[in-house]
Nanobody, 116 residues
Framework: QVQLVESGGGLVQPGGSLRLSCAASGMLFSDYDMGWYRQAPGKQRELVARINAENSSNYANSVKGRFTISRDNAKNTVYLQMNSLNAEDTAVYYC??????????WGQGTQVTVSS
């Protein structure tokens, strides 16, 4: 059974930082492209960052320079370091795994709230 379990979300003040983690099990982690998506109230789910099996990453324009995605294949874990957070970053963040553009798995999501 494939599982993606996110952690690290919470409440943070504007300008603060959070580090999200996604632990994967039941899959050959190193063969998968991994990503973080988010869904804010009233908006569709959108791509935040992706990192492929060759360790190449890309980001949404709104988070470039502030967020960093990384992976540790030995730990079957992908991370999202989020710095300089603002209110527009408030959303539920979801971990995603994809293989060959055909097989996709999703985590349950973790809430990130940026507020004073």
């Amino acid at each position: 059974q494939v599982q993606l379990v996110e952690s690290g979300g919470g409440l943070v003040q504007p300008g603060g930082s959070l580090r999200l983690s996604c632990a994967a099990s039941g899959m050959l982690f190193s063969d998968y492209d991994m990503g973080w998506y988010r869904q804010a109230p009233g908006k569709q789910r959108e791509l935040v960052a992706r990192i492929n099996a060759e360790n190449s990453s890309n980001y949404a324009n709104s988070v470039k320079g502030r967020f960093t995605i990384s992976r540790d294949n030995a730990k079957n874990t992908v991370y999202l370091q989020m710095n300089s957070l603002n209110a527009e970053d408030t959303a539920v963040y979801y971990c995603n795994a994809q293989w060959a553009g055909a097989i996709t798995y999703w985590g349950q999501g973790t809430q990130v709230t940026v507020s004073s």
